[in-house]
């Protein structure tokens, strides 16, 4: 039978051409989902021909052909996309966040195609299977869970017999009634599995890195987790040769040699992390990989053999920072221990993924205070970057089946399903009717916490480390805490910009006002005339001035090729994103103050920064020389090369009168090559040279 397997749309969420446009967005959208991979490859073994519709690549050419896309019109043209393929089965992959759009583009899908079955899998649609069938006339099967064994079987009763009751897995409509098989048993040795069949989609051309899945199952039962609900409780990994051989194959199809290995819970069996790390360095291969583990499953020991075998990330969901609430939700984590593993991943030079998640209905004040603590943990350490997220009563979990008649409503009720910065109106009905097929988008109830502020919350502490980390770390140390200051941060942001609710708020704290605003109540607050804070605040307003003048001084002229002999009516310009920060200490030495949460040792001076610009809100900063310091000073975009010349002789005494043209050239010259600068040449005539009157002076020649 034709099948085609259809993705799940994650890159929904996301509206407008700049947003769409971002390099984050594209590279997240861009990531091939395993799930309908290893499926594809299983039809493909046994000689079927499966095709693939990617939801997100057709979301971006939605977007791109309405200048702009809000997801309204987009289930009309994914259905139309998807039928484009023909195909007697459409087999739907679902995750919670989308499911509502899956919905109805399924039953766009169906209205075109009327003889056609509309199957649904995935996560969400294996716990909601009974409720989506009975509520959904145009859905036709669920099938639940695991499907590399279930969906050939399934396939082959469609063809012939049709005894759909012997199908594992499976949930189907008869007549009026609504049949749930026995659940299909998990598939023990996943090294028979074939590689997900990364080849039709095309995601991997051109990537960086490839998702492979490394095993399934995890033991734990969290009570917010619905893990379990599709991988169950069975433990089990791939053997190292085997991801070894998926490594090399996909290395020499597509150039890749870092990983990400899929499984949650990698790190609980000891012995098998040891043996799969001792293969990676056997191998000589020096792939790269990043995974998830839990701060109890590792030690610095085993962290060492893990970077010595190529990991270079770990994410850790430590999620809640109170031993009482650790208890509440059965992670039972020690928080202690947490802070310890997150420094040690830090001193192996790990990047490490530190998962919080505020909202539960236990929650007091002083567990959310202990919760930030950790964030903030983890926010002092360079290689980690620490998420915050809003509790979703995810479908048929624990925390669900408590809570479910006391759910509420609102926009933005939680990001922990990747809801969007608005939801649309027709996710919105399905919503409100179904709330137990969707219940992943209402807020639990937080008796001992005003929900408003923990939404803001949120928003501010993701954005503001995004944007000024170390900034936000020293006014945590400087003083009682974040969550104590953004209170008082709250309460001006209340006074200057009232009424933002919802996906207003959320705009706030990703726009540029968010920053200005910020920054000025901080340089206003007594906590602004701390010393360490106030080396922040001077650092961001030299970035600031830094931006101004790089937008307002850019020169005519054409642009001088880096290596070409340099003229000296020559007019060199820091580049737009190449931010120049001149201050009155070494900024190094009070990070390493703020890193260790102790007094900083102050070397006063003048120290020279350039900060490059990743994006609005991140950048890099890297300590120059300061004779490249004096350099990048001069280089405004109004002075000629003989007029930095000139200042530079007095900026750097200790250069020799003889040695100034040279030492002056090359420096300009280095300055070039790094990136830093771009040189102009005016067309106004050439100075004169002592030397040669009738020909431009060029740098070039040796000194002496």
């Given at each position: ?23 984050s ?45 809000d ?68 859905i036709?099967?669920v ?22 009751g ?15 098989n ?16 990364y ?29 379990n ?15 070894l ?18 499984h949650?819970?990698f ?20 792939f ?7 701060t ?11 970077a ?60 959310l ?15 980690s ?17 408590r ?37 992943n ?22 954005n ?78 030299a ?10 001084a ?80 001069a ?55 002592a ?14």
């Amino acid at each position: 039978m034709n099948v085609c397997l259809v993705t799940a749309p994650t890159a929904t969420e996301f509206e407008g051409l700049e947003e769409l446009s971002s390099k984050s967005v594209r590279w997240a959208a861009s990531q091939p989902q395993l799930g309908i991979l290893s499926l594809a490859a299983v039809l493909l073994g046994r000689g079927d021909n499966p095709r693939i519709v990617d939801l997100n690549r057709a979301y971006f050419d939605w977007a791109e052909s309405v200048s702009g896309a809000d997801s309204a019109g987009f289930a009309a043209f994914a259905a139309g996309t998807i039928v484009a393929r023909d195909a007697e089965i459409y087999g739907f992959g679902s995750i919670c966040s989308s499911y509502a759009l899956t919905i109805r583009i399924a039953e766009a899908v169906k209205a075109l195609r009327p003889q056609s079955i509309i199957l649904l899998g995935g996560p969400q649609a294996s716990v909601v299977d009974v409720a989506t069938v009975a509520a959904f006339p145009f859905i036709d099967l669920v099938l639940r869970g695991e499907a590399e064994r279930s969906l050939p079987l399934l396939l082959d009763q469609l063809k012939e017999e049709r005894r759909l009751g012997e199908v594992p897995g499976l949930t189907y409509r008869n007549g009026t009634q609504t049949c749930r098989n026995p659940n299909a048993p998990v598939i023990e040795d996943l090294d028979d599995l074939p590689t997900p069949a990364y080849h039709l989609t095309g995601d991997l051309r051109g990537a960086t890195k490839a998702a492979l899945e490394l095993g399934r199952g995890c033991p734990y039962a969290c009570t917010f987790c619905s893990t379990n609900d599709f991988f169950r409780r069975r433990f089990r990994l791939r053997s190292p040769e085997r991801v070894l051989r998926d490594m090399r194959q996909i290395a020499a199809e597509y150039g890749i040699r870092n990983f990400e290995l899929v499984h949650d819970m990698f790190t609980i069996d000891r012995r098998r992390v040891a043996a799969f790390c001792e293969a990676m360095i056997a191998s000589g291969e020096k792939f790269t990989w990043s995974c998830s583990a839990r701060t109890d499953c590792v030690d610095e020991e085993l962290l060492e053999l893990m970077a010595r075998g190529g990991c270079n990330g770990i994410f850790y969901g430590v999620e809640v920072g109170s031993r009482k609430m650790q208890k509440i939700i059965d992670k039972n984590l020690d928080p202690q221990r947490a802070d310890e593993i997150i420094d040690a991943t830090e001193r192996l030079g790990i990047h490490s993924t530190v998962s919080m998640i505020i909202g539960f209905p236990e929650e007091t004040q002083e567990d959310l205070r202990q919760t930030v603590g950790i964030y903030m943990h983890s926010a002092r350490c360079p290689h980690s970057s620490p998420q915050l997220n809003l509790l979703a009563p995810l479908a048929e979990t624990p925390l669900h089946a408590r809570y479910r008649h006391d759910l509420v409503l609102e926009e933005l009720c939680s990001d922990m399903s990747r809801q969007g910065s608005s939801q649309n109106q027709a996710d919105l009905q399905l919503i409100r009717k179904y709330p137990d097929i969707f219940p992943n988008f209402y807020l639990l109830p937080t008796p001992h916490l005003d929900r408003k502020f923990l939404l803001e919350l949120r928003e501010f502490a993701l954005n503001a480390i995004e944007r000024f980390r170390w900034l936000v770390v020293s006014i945590d140390q400087a003083t009682t805490g974040l969550l104590d200051f953004l209170s008082e941060w709250r309460a001006h942001r209340l006074s200057i910009r009232p009424g933002l609710q919802g996906s207003e708020l959320r705009q706030y704290y990703r726009a540029p006002q968010f920053r200005g605003d910020f920054l000025k109540f901080v340089r206003h607050h007594a906590i602004g005339r701390h010393a360490m804070v106030e080396v922040f605040l001077d650092y961001e307003d030299a970035v600031r001035e830094s931006a101004a003048a790089a937008t307002a001084a850019q020169p005519a002229g054409e642009l001088v090729a880096t290596g070409s002999n340099l003229l000296e009516n020559d007019v060199p310009v820091r580049k737009e994103r190449t931010l120049f920060v001149e201050l009155s200490c070494d900024i190094q030495r009070i990070i390493d103050g703020l890193k260790l949460r102790s007094e900083p040792v102050w070397v006063r001076g003048p120290h020279f920064y350039v900060a490059r610009e990743a994006s609005e809100a991140t950048r890099g900063v890297e300590q120059v020389s300061s004779w490249l310091g004096c350099v990048l000073r001069a280089c405004d975009g109004r002075h000629s090369i003989e007029e930095i010349k000139d200042r530079l002789a007095s900026d750097i005494p200790e250069v020799e009168a003889s040695l100034r043209d040279y030492v002056f050239g090359r420096l300009l010259e280095g300055a070039q090559a790094k990136g830093l600068i771009s040189i102009h040449r005016m067309q106004s005539g050439f100075p004169q040279s002592a030397d040669c009157p009738t020909a431009p002076d060029a740098f070039g020649t040796s000194p002496g």
